[in-house]
């Protein structure tokens, strides 16, 4: 079967029909956080567009073309694996029972890699302009930019599906995350090594200057782009864009005959008496029954044992304390461990850092992974604030073990950190979530959506709720900075804790009144909830 057209627009449009069903509600926060993220891009855009014209040296000029190139791969193929967000991407699972030929599905596949780079495109459109207005360079030479971004388009499109696979197996997904760790940890370390008030423009390019020229895909782009040695340049820009489509075929045929789930182990049996670390870890499941009744200790339970196998919180959950030590330490101390307010309050940072990246998965939609299992809280005889009570107790008890892990690798790092500090760190992390349960809860029961547990790179909120986070975070930040302001005016840490007590009085009724208004939604709105956590995604998945 050839490729078939009308096959593509049904699927693009069966869910583009699913996305205008969510209603003008749900459509005009999404268009607000676009207008604002994509007009970013568009002002880089026209920087480039204004700023490539005026450089002289030909030389220079390569150079940032190709360190754009090179700053626009990474964002495009590095960034959703940070952020464990890969984007618009096909259900496979759902449309393979149609007669659709593979080619097909992998050129839907390639055109959904757009919404990982749509920055980029913006960006190089930019870029294109400021060497349109430039007498050297060639009319042809900009075009060669749209064979990058195929390359990047159906690179993505492979490096996902081959990730989809491996962060399926146990004991690889943790490599591979902790692969992906070191990665992002590579730019941290090189500002560290050279802070940027040390650059000068001079020295950037007397160190550029001396990497010896080698033909990446990058590289190649820059000289065909500007007309330098295009005869060899543009040959070698072709060559990675048919690399790049056959790694990316070839990982999307193999996902074809995955079947998505987590693969097992083989079967072994069972001992006659279970290890210590078994018992250990039964201990702690059971631990909620020692200090609660049922059914919220019961409930508790199942929180923690679901939650410790999904493979998407166990994803998010190491990559709380792991990129916070990452994204932080080099700003704290890439002067020297002299002090300083971020050095001083290190372990707060990334504790909160780590608590917003849960929020994901413990907060802000915290039915999502019951999906259709959700009736069953409408049918048992328990009221439905016992389970929500139950829910919070097992965030609140996965962010006290992150805060201890982050305290852990500080001190593993010989970052210093006090009791003082670690209390501090405690107290502000249990503040600020007590307010995100609060919102979260209301959140939880008026916009749910089905979140799928066994995949690690999709969000479980939806669109409108990241706009509404836009607000939330800085409201919620308010009574940790008058807490920091008081120790900052009084200069004792009595006023500091005293500040911080306040906030946990306004944090306790908040979380009181919208506990109230959580349970009376819910009950008003259950077959909304029900349908809601019970529909299907459509065939592409966020």
Request: aromatic share 12%; glycine share 8%; charged share 15%.
């Given at each position: 079967?050839?490729?078939?057209?009308?096959?593509?627009?049904?699927?693009?449009?069966?869910?583009?029909?699913?996305?205008?069903?969510?209603?003008?509600?749900?459509?005009?926060?999404?268009?607000?956080?676009?207008?604002?993220?994509?007009?970013?891009?568009?002002?880089?855009?026209?920087?480039?567009?204004?700023?490539?014209?005026?450089?002289?040296?030909?030389?220079?000029?390569?150079?940032?073309?190709?360190?754009?190139?090179?700053?626009?791969?990474?964002?495009?193929?590095?960034?959703?694996?940070?952020?464990?967000?890969?984007?618009?991407?096909?259900?496979?699972?759902?449309?393979?029972?149609?007669?659709?030929?593979?080619?097909?599905?992998?050129?839907?596949?390639?055109?959904?890699?757009?919404?990982?780079?749509?920055?980029?495109?913006?960006?190089?459109?930019?870029?294109?302009?400021?060497?349109?207005?430039?007498?050297?360079?060639?009319?042809?030479?900009?075009?060669?930019?749209?064979?990058?971004?195929?390359?990047?388009?159906?690179?993505?499109?492979?490096?996902?599906?081959?990730?989809?696979?491996?962060?399926?197996?146990?004991?690889?997904?943790?490599?591979?995350?902790?692969?992906?760790?070191?990665?992002?940890?590579?730019?941290?370390?090189?500002?560290?090594?050279?802070?940027?008030?040390?650059?000068?423009?001079?020295?950037?390019?007397?160190?550029?200057?001396?990497?010896?020229?080698?033909?990446?895909?990058?590289?190649?782009?820059?000289?065909?782009?500007?007309?330098?040695?295009?005869?060899?340049?543009?040959?070698?820009?072709?060559?990675?864009?048919?690399?790049?489509?056959?790694?990316?075929?070839?990982?999307?045929?193999?996902?074809?005959?995955?079947?998505?789930?987590?693969?097992?182990?083989?079967?072994?049996?069972?001992?006659?008496?279970?290890?210590?670390?078994?018992?250990?870890?039964?201990?702690?499941?059971?631990?909620?029954?020692?200090?609660?009744?049922?059914?919220?200790?019961?409930?508790?339970?199942?929180?923690?044992?679901?939650?410790?196998?999904?493979?998407?919180?166990?994803?998010?959950?190491?990559?709380?304390?792991?990129?916070?030590?990452?994204?932080?330490?080099?700003?704290?101390?890439?002067?020297?461990?002299?002090?300083?307010?971020?050095?001083?309050?290190?372990?707060?940072?990334?504790?909160?850092?780590?608590?917003?990246?849960l929020g994901d998965v413990l907060f802000w939609n915290c039915f999502g992974f019951d999906r259709?299992?959700?009736?069953?809280?409408?049918?048992?005889?328990?009221?439905?604030?016992?389970?929500?009570?139950?829910?919070?107790?097992?965030?609140?008890?996965?962010?006290?073990?992150?805060?201890?892990?982050?305290?852990?690798?500080?001190?593993?790092?010989?970052?210093?950190?006090?009791?003082?500090?670690?209390?501090?760190?405690?107290?502000?992390?249990?503040?600020?979530?007590?307010?995100?349960?609060?919102?979260?809860?209301?959140?939880?029961?008026?916009?749910?959506?089905?979140?799928?547990?066994?995949?690690?790179?999709?969000?479980?909120?939806?669109?409108?709720?990241?706009?509404?986070?836009?607000?939330?975070?800085?409201?919620?930040?308010?009574?940790?900075?008058?807490?920091?302001?008081?120790?900052?005016?009084?200069?004792?840490?009595?006023?500091?804790?005293?500040?911080?007590?306040?906030?946990?009085?306004?944090?306790?009724?908040?979380?009181?009144?919208s506990m109230e208004s959580a349970v009376e939604y819910a009950t008003r709105s259950q077959e909304?909830?029900?349908?809601?956590?019970?529909?299907?995604?459509?065939?592409?998945?966020?």
């Open positions: 079967m050839t490729l078939s057209g009308n096959q593509v627009r049904a699927i693009v449009g069966a869910q583009w029909r699913a996305w205008l069903n969510q209603g003008p509600k749900a459509q005009w926060a999404m268009w607000l956080v676009y207008l604002i993220w994509y007009g970013f891009a568009s002002t880089l855009a026209w920087a480039a567009a204004t700023v490539l014209p005026e450089i002289k040296e030909s030389a220079r000029l390569m150079q940032i073309v190709e360190l754009v190139l090179l700053a626009g791969l990474l964002y495009w193929q590095v960034i959703p694996l940070m952020l464990a967000s890969a984007g618009m991407a096909l259900d496979l699972k759902r449309l393979l029972v149609y007669p659709v030929e593979p080619s097909n599905l992998f050129l839907i596949e390639v055109l959904l890699r757009l919404s990982t780079g749509m920055e980029v495109c913006i960006v190089l459109s930019g870029v294109s302009v400021g060497l349109w207005s430039r007498p050297d360079v060639p009319v042809w030479g900009p075009l060669f930019f749209v064979p990058y971004l195929a390359f990047n388009m159906v690179l993505s499109a492979g490096i996902r599906d081959l990730l989809a696979r491996l962060m399926a197996k146990r004991g690889i997904r943790e490599l591979v995350v902790l692969g992906l760790v070191t990665l992002s940890a590579l730019p941290q370390l090189l500002l560290m090594m050279f802070p940027p008030e040390q650059w000068r423009g001079q020295q950037v390019f007397g160190f550029l200057d001396r990497i010896p020229t080698m033909p990446l895909p990058w590289t190649v782009t820059a000289h065909a782009a500007l007309g330098d040695g295009a005869a060899w340049a543009a040959p070698l820009a072709v060559l990675w864009l048919a690399g790049g489509l056959w790694f990316g075929f070839r990982q999307f045929i193999k996902g074809l005959t995955w079947d998505g789930q987590e693969t097992p182990k083989p079967a072994a049996p069972e001992p006659a008496v279970s290890s210590r670390s078994d018992g250990l870890i039964e201990k702690l499941y059971r631990a909620p029954s020692l200090l609660f009744r049922d059914p919220l200790a019961m409930l508790i339970e199942k929180e923690l044992r679901f939650l410790s196998r999904a493979p998407r919180f166990r994803l998010i959950f190491f990559m709380g304390f792991s990129f916070g030590l990452i994204i932080w330490f080099p700003l704290a101390f890439r002067e020297g461990r002299q002090g300083g307010m971020m050095a001083e309050n290190f372990l707060v940072w990334v504790s909160l850092y780590a608590t917003l990246m259709q299992a959700v009736q069953a809280y409408f049918i048992v005889p328990v009221r439905f604030s016992t389970i929500l009570i139950a829910k919070n107790l097992a965030a609140v008890f996965f962010l006290l073990l992150e805060v201890s892990l982050v305290a852990l690798a500080c001190s593993l790092f010989r970052v210093e950190v006090t009791p003082d500090k670690v209390l501090e760190a405690f107290a502000v992390t249990l503040l600020v979530s007590l307010m995100l349960l609060a919102v979260g809860n209301l959140m939880s029961v008026r916009y749910p959506r089905p979140a799928d547990p066994s995949s690690s790179w999709r969000n479980a909120s939806g669109g409108k709720v990241q706009f509404l986070l836009l607000v939330i975070y800085p409201v919620i930040s308010v009574p940790v900075a008058l807490a920091y302001l008081a120790r900052y005016g009084f200069g004792t840490d009595l006023a500091f804790y005293s500040a911080l007590g306040c906030g946990y009085l306004v944090a306790g009724i908040t979380y009181w009144v909304t909830a029900i349908a809601a956590l019970s529909s299907n995604e459509g065939p592409f998945g966020g």
